[in-house]
């Protein structure tokens, strides 16, 4: 039977080849996808060197903040943001990839502690243009970063989206691009930007080619997820 560990050794190693076959030498964090899993497996993954965790549902998450208290443990929220889980949020959280329109961007910086560092920030891109999918507008982008960067308690990292799936590798590649070049043309227009969250267990060896900096990985490295949460 295949282990977290085992898991986490062959993602890290397919990490690996795909910088080596980009030519890249940019670093890419792993981000381990954790919802509708018990604490038990995330402290399973910390003890094999899995520091960085991401969580879609507010209460889910802080129940197991409260169980895995002891251990140093990077919290990002990567799952659609109600306006009224955001004080939630902005307490509990390191990282928020999903912040697509400026009102949540002003709520979270409102909430967020003056006791604590800066709430790091991506703006989700809908890249695949999907009616029934968060994240804000290509053209949007531009001006979003900008209000962000007038917010006291947010520091702006970059950008992060869920293209539409895509089983064929060269699909997959030129929905990154989409991304990647919009991360490239914030870079361009001033914003200092080092973060691009994209690719999934599916495609995040396509997303690597793209330039991925964080790649968000749950089903290959946990296997199937129990029951859903929906808090």
């Known amino acids: 039977m295949t282990t977290i560990a085992d898991s986490l050794q062959a993602i890290q190693a397919n990490i690996h080849a795909a910088l080596l076959h980009a030519n890249r030498q940019h670093k890419v964090q792993l981000l381990a ?25 507010v209460q889910e998450a802080t129940n197991k903040q409260q169980q895995l208290r002891d251990l140093d443990i990077e919290w990002h929220f990567i799952g659609p943001i109600q306006s009224n889980k955001t004080q939630l ?12 329109r400026l009102k949540i961007a002003q709520r979270l910086s409102d909430a967020r502690p003056s006791t604590l560092a800066p ?58 691009k989409i991304v990647s070049d919009t991360f490239s043309s914030l870079q361009k227009q001033g914003f200092i930007l080092d973060t691009l969250s994209i690719g999934m267990s599916d495609d995040y060896v396509a997303a690597i080619h793209e330039g991925a900096t964080i790649v968000r990985i749950g089903s290959a490295l946990f296997g199937a997820r129990s029951a859903a949460s929906t808090q």
């Open 33 to 57: 996808v954790s919802k509708s899993q018990p604490a038990e497996k995330l402290r399973e993954a910390y003890q094999n060197g899995q520091a960085l965790f991401g969580e879609n549902y």
């Open 89 to 100: 949020i902005a307490k509990h959280f390191d990282w928020v990839h999903s912040v697509d």
């Open 119 to 176: 709430l790091n920030i991506c703006i989700q891109i809908n890249s695949s243009f999907e009616a029934t999918k968060s994240g804000a507008d290509l053209a949007e982008a531009a001006q979003l970063a900008a209000a962000i960067n007038q917010l006291p308690h947010l520091k702006l990292r970059g950008v992060m989206s869920i293209p539409a799936p895509a089983n064929d590798y060269e699909t997959q590649r030129a929905q990154f």
